[in-house]
């Protein structure tokens, strides 16, 4: 079972680093200010 990880700040210079080396090890969330409407594949 993976880990639920919820990144604030998702689209961000630094967030989206973390997202991409964390995305095939946990279930991840992104929050931002500025939602990045790329990635929006996989919302439930």
Same mark, same amino acid.
């Given at each position: 079972?993976? &880990?639920? =990880?919820?990144?604030? +700040? +998702? !689209?961000? @210079? #630094? +967030?989206? @680093?973390l997202?991409? =080396? #964390?995305?095939?090890?946990?279930?991840?969330? !992104? #929050?931002?200010?500025? &939602? $990045?409407?790329?990635? !929006? $594949? $996989?919302?439930?």
């Open positions: 079972m993976k &880990p639920k =990880v919820l990144l604030a +700040g +998702g !689209t961000g @210079y #630094i +967030g989206k @680093y997202s991409e =080396v #964390i995305e095939n090890d946990a279930e991840l969330f !992104t #929050i931002s200010k500025y &939602p $990045d409407n790329k990635k !929006t $594949d $996989d919302v439930e």
